[in-house]
């Protein structure tokens, strides 16, 4: 585990517990109080989280248009997701962009869908097998509006996009905002991938990807 996974471990289980001290909460009615423990605030804390989590559903229920919705993922290769565990900010940040500009620039195509669309992004860095796996979930409402702004644009049921095409668009995408970050010395190298510091060693590397 990493100083980082070990910090968060830590906050966990302290949360809410004596060891990080309490405070007197008081009923402004009846006076009564209660003495309560003190929340880690960890932002990967279930317990602190799940009202924010709860505020943050209900914002984004609220945003929703009367249209159905797509769940579109976007996932890192493994090999990508090696270099990106020390280079996150870096490397998510492209992940986000090369994903949100393959689905808009598709959608926009009008041989596809010929419109703009919205969308609703959330980044996970960890798998269902709690390994390192960094992917988007992308929420898009089947539908956007036409590129003359005069109408409403909805997909055929039951399809959105073509994944092939799609997948093509973020794979070139990704690989060259990869090429464009390395070449700009924003991706730092550690261990068994430190070579790949080198211009060839990384056009290489990404080659078969």
């Not at 270099?83 to 986000?96: G, S």
Request: hydrophobic share 45%.
């Amino acid at each position: 585990l990493s100083l980082g996974q070990l910090k968060v471990m830590a906050a966990i289980e302290t949360c809410r517990t004596a060891a990080l001290g309490g405070h007197v909460e008081a009923c402004e009615d009846c006076g009564y109080h209660r003495i309560a423990f003190n929340s880690c605030r960890d932002r990967h804390c279930p317990k602190c989280q799940g009202a924010a989590a709860k505020a943050w559903l209900a914002a984004r229920q609220a945003d929703l248009l009367p249209v159905g919705y797509f769940h579109v993922v976007f996932t890192l290769p493994a090999e990508i997701a090696a270099i990106a565990y020390p280079n996150k900010a870096v490397i998510y940040d492209l992940l986000f962009r090369a994903a949100s500009e393959a689905l808009l620039t598709i959608a926009a195509d009008p041989k596809h869908l010929g419109a703009r669309i919205g969308i609703t992004a959330v980044l996970h860095s960890w798998g269902s097998a709690m390994t390192h796996h960094p992917h988007v979930h992308m929420i898009v409402p089947g539908g956007g509006i036409a590129l003359d702004g005069t109408r409403w644009v909805s997909c055929r049921p039951g399809f959105f996009l073509p994944v092939r095409v799609l997948s093509k668009l973020f794979r070139r995408l990704l690989l060259s905002k990869l090429t464009e970050a390395h070449a700009a010395g924003q991706l730092q190298f550690f261990g068994d991938h430190a070579g790949l510091s080198e211009p060839r060693a990384f056009a290489k590397f990404l080659a078969p990807l």
